[in-house]
């Protein structure tokens, strides 16, 4: 395996981020995006196909939005499958669909080249920082080989299991994440209209059973205007939504508990919020309980 070399697919939100903590560790990138400005704009090479970037290096990463586009770019005609060689390494970092991911893996193998699946969590800032959390599916060996191009974007490197099992994993976190901001952002629009301190109110919460990823990292700042920008939108966390229910229905698992996010992610984007931060659900269910923000002059 190439060390220091890396074939770059998808150099948006997250994967632009991924690609300049690379560069900036000395690795040399070679980035492909249908938007061609954005290789330069991460520090990579620009590649002039997808063929060229997977021919730059025995590894390949992949940061695309799901399974779909996932596919699309594996398996078209001039995709990451017909150009790879015996010995390649592609990764996926999006929130695909275990079972396309393990069917995917299948079609690699059969070429000799290794298709692992790497969800990431922590975000944009966690990114940015190269602290993001791995939950990683496929050959335990490969997985410890690819330590070089996962160190500098990553704190934590779980390996969860054979192939789709990383996956799995972030499609299981993705939910809870779902669950709790929309269950907070409802809350918290309580507290507004109630008449309550809401630095106060999270004080309670975070010091109580209440207490979850969006009552600590998230509303501290969203009560003060700060919505964090630059995070997973609503149209992608109900595109999550969708992946745990269906999953769960894979797995014959009851999912009684999808419908709260669903339908508050999908009020934020019937709203107009839909490209706009996840966090701006508290805006969309602020708009039909009387016009109410959290934070007002």
């Given amino acids: 395996m190439k060390q220091d070399r890396v074939g770059f697919v998808g150099l948006g939100n997250m994967g632009g981020r991924m690609?300049?903590?690379l560069v900036q560790a000395g690795i040399d990138v070679c980035g492909y995006d249908t938007d061609a400005g954005r290789a330069p704009a991460a520090g990579a090479q620009a590649a002039g196909s997808l063929?060229?970037?997977v021919e730059y290096a025995d590894v390949v990463l992949l940061s695309l939005p799901d399974s779909r586009v996932v596919e699309a770019v594996v398996e078209g005609p001039d995709g990451i499958l017909a150009?790879?060689?015996?010995?390649?390494?592609?990764?996926?970092?999006?929130?695909?669909?275990?079972?396309?991911?393990?069917r995917l893996a299948g079609l690699f193998r059969a070429r000799g080249?290794?298709?692992?699946?790497?969800?990431?969590?922590?975000?944009?800032?966690?990114?940015?920082?190269?602290?993001?959390?791995?939950?990683?599916g496929g050959d335990a060996s490969t997985i410890q080989a690819l330590g070089w191009a996962f160190a500098p974007i990553s704190s934590k490197v779980v390996h969860m299991g054979a192939s789709g099992a990383g996956h799995a994993t972030?499609?299981?976190?993705?939910?809870?994440?779902?669950?709790?901001l929309a269950a907070t952002a409802e809350v918290m629009?309580?507290?507004?209209?109630?008449?309550?301190?809401?630095?106060?109110l999270l004080d309670v919460l975070n010091s109580s059973s209440g207490v979850n990823f969006a009552t600590l990292n998230r509303f501290p700042h969203i009560v003060d205007g700060n919505y964090l920008e630059g995070g997973l939108t609503s149209k992608l966390m109900t595109k999550d939504v969708v992946l745990y229910v269906d999953l769960a229905r894979e797995l014959g698992v009851a999912s009684l508990n999808a419908s709260g996010p669903l339908s508050s992610f999908g009020l934020a984007t019937a709203l107009g919020y839909g490209e706009q931060i996840s966090n701006r659900v508290v805006d969309a269910i602020g708009d039909v309980s009387g016009g109410v923000r959290l934070k007002t002059e």
Avoid: W, Y
């Fill in 51 to 53: 063929r060229q970037a």
């Fill in 19 to 21: 690609t300049r903590r």
């Fill in 170 to 180: 972030k499609v299981l976190n993705n939910f809870l994440n779902a669950v709790s």
């Fill in 83 to 102: 150009a790879c060689r015996p010995g390649q390494v592609v990764v996926d970092l999006s929130t695909s669909a275990a079972s396309s991911t393990q």
């Fill in 113 to 136: 080249a290794q298709f692992v699946d790497a969800g990431i969590s922590g975000g944009a800032a966690a990114a940015e920082k190269g602290a993001l959390t791995l939950m990683v």
């Fill in 189 to 200: 629009v309580a507290g507004k209209k109630a008449g309550l301190d809401l630095h106060g």
